[in-house]
């Protein structure tokens, strides 16, 4: 047969033709706002695709664009345009995220336009999983993968897990006697808390004396929020033999019309000793010590150039000062600015644990700055006190895993011994499940608890690590308070990950997280489609 006599039948994709691109961009926009329930809030992965813009492209290109119908007009194509429009719209706003009656009528018009089962969706390089979970939401088989093993385990706790344990009950003793409905993905969620709850408690009998309450107006114990710090190094002035303060900022809050609270030095010379005082009304008299990496001795005035700060650092003569205690003033006072103390200051002098990590931070590694002063290993990017924390959680990490597990036997799952990654579905599996993502909650409080943290002076809160896609030198810390209920405890990380497992789809087919590569030469099945 001649290439001539080949009748090739094309129906043209919405995509192709027309997309609605004012709606997608505005719920894309709105997209950067929504916090609670959002995946982006899960974990941090700096080129996540926009949700909308992901279920946008993967519906455009499998509905028909009504001009591949010779039997329309052009006014009954363009009526039809505006109805698949209209859809496609619906199904972008967040808060019809999982609305079944606008999720029905998207799936209905894929059926129509595939006349048969729908095109898996693969995306070998998923990254944040925004294409894979959006195919999934619109009852498509979906399939990701990446080479970076944190997008690995992002895919698989938004696209692979919640749909294994769709519509389970949760097993934790005290959620069963509970009678809610748990439908979706709402009985894994339920456990990720109860669990997550179950080490906050482990981890207080362990280190909790590690953080002392404060001790405020007429003896008042109050909780503390952060304890903010600052590097110190040797002066470079002879005249100097004590330790000077790297400062950015003397300011501790700053509200329109309230009084502004700072920390002021006091500068014993006689003693070679530089203290702090809390300050309240009027604002700091002297300018912060550092500027452009370059430093100003405040007790003599002398420049000090960041060469040689960084030799200092480089060799180990660089420490921190406590400069105030920051406490919950509960009874809505707010914040309490609190002078620092020798118990505070003695509960943070610890030993780094043995058990930390002592993998080194790559030299060359793009926006890492701190390996320059002296940060080699990734653990000493932390206070030996987050330190202890870190490693508390971690530890407590498997003893869940053995408690989830037999909550799980005793709700009647099998106990087959059967991992998740090798596609159980039993007690083993379940439990592998409620770790996965309770190890995502260690990496929310790794971004809070970190060496590296400042403090945000106008929303009065610790600031996380990666407020940019840097690893920057910092020369004030802020460290938080992981069993306060402030910005970056520990409970609060899992609250964040528990509403995003509650807000997945939990249906559909496929997996994610695969960081395995197609063999060369290899193929994919002809109805995938590749993004």
């Avoid at 916090?35 to 279920?55: D, E, F, I, N």
């Avoid at 129509?112 to 995306?123: F, N, Q, T, V």
């Avoid at 003893?399 to 998740?420: N, T």
């Avoid at 030198?473 to 306060?484: L, M």
Wanted: aromatic share 8%; charged share 25%.
């Amino acid at each position: 047969m001649r290439r001539s006599e080949l009748t090739v039948s094309h129906r043209p994709k919405l995509i192709e033709v027309a997309l609605p691109l004012e709606a997608i961009d505005k719920a894309c926009v709105r997209e950067k706002s929504i916090r609670h329930g959002h995946p982006s809030t899960m974990h941090v992965w700096w080129s996540r695709k926009p949700l909308a813009a992901a279920k946008a492209v993967i519906w455009a290109s499998l509905v028909d664009d009504p001009s591949g119908d010779d039997s329309l007009t052009l006014d009954q194509q363009q009526r039809q345009r505006k109805r698949l429009f209209r859809i496609l719209e619906e199904s972008l706003v967040w808060e019809n995220s999982n609305d079944p009656n606008i999720l029905r009528r998207a799936r209905k018009e894929i059926d129509r336009s595939c006349k048969g089962p729908p095109p898996a969706i693969l995306d070998p390089f998923g990254g944040g999983g925004s294409t894979a979970l959006e195919a999934q939401r619109l009852g498509l088989t979906a399939l990701a993968g990446d080479l970076n093993p944190v997008a690995v385990l992002i895919q698989k706790a938004l696209v692979e897990i919640p749909p294994r344990f769709s519509g389970c009950s949760p097993v934790n003793p005290i959620l069963q006697r509970q009678n809610y409905g748990w439908s979706g993905a709402r009985g894994l969620a339920a456990d990720i808390g109860a669990y997550g709850q179950w080490m906050r408690g482990e981890a207080w009998k362990r280190i909790g004396h590690l953080y002392p309450d404060a001790i405020g107006e007429e003896g008042a114990e109050l909780t503390p929020i952060a304890w903010l710090w600052v590097r110190t190094i040797p002066s470079p002035d002879p005249a100097w033999s004590g330790q000077v303060p790297l400062i950015s900022s003397w300011e501790l809050k700053r509200r329109p019309e309230k009084p502004r609270i700072w920390f002021e030095p006091v500068i014993d010379r006689e003693r070679q000793e530089i203290s702090y005082r809390i300050r309240e009304g009027g604002q700091p008299e002297l300018a912060p010590t550092m500027k452009r990496g370059n430093g100003t001795c405040i007790a003599t005035g002398s420049a000090i150039p960041n060469d040689y700060i960084v030799e200092q650092f480089n060799a180990g003569n660089a420490g921190e000062q406590l400069v105030a205690i920051v406490a919950d003033g509960g009874r809505g006072r707010g914040r309490v600015y609190l002078a620092a103390s020798d118990l505070h200051v003695s509960r943070a002098d610890l030993e780094r644990p043995i058990r930390a990590p002592t993998l080194e931070i790559p030299a060359a590694g793009m926006g890492f700055r701190a390996p320059r002063y002296g940060f080699k290993r990734w653990s000493a990017l932390f206070t030996p006190r987050q330190l202890t924390a870190m490693v508390t959680y971690s530890d407590l990490v498997p003893e869940v895993w053995v408690k989830a597990k037999q909550d799980a036997v005793a709700s009647g799952y099998a106990d087959d011994g059967k991992r998740l990654r090798h596609g159980g579905s039993g007690a083993s599996a379940y439990a592998d499940a409620v770790v996965t993502y309770l190890a995502l909650a260690i990496d929310r409080l790794a971004d809070y608890c970190n060496g590296l943290c400042t403090w945000n002076v106008p929303r009065e809160q610790v600031a996380h690590l990666f407020t940019r896609h840097a690893i920057p030198i910092t020369w004030d810390i802020a460290e938080v308070n992981p069993f306060s209920s402030s910005s970056g405890n520990w409970l609060g990380a899992i609250e964040w990950i528990k509403k995003v497992v509650e807000k997945l789809p939990a249906s559909g087919g496929g997996g994610g997280g695969k960081n395995t590569p197609p063999p060369p030469g290899g193929r994919f099945k002809k109805y995938a489609m590749i993004f």
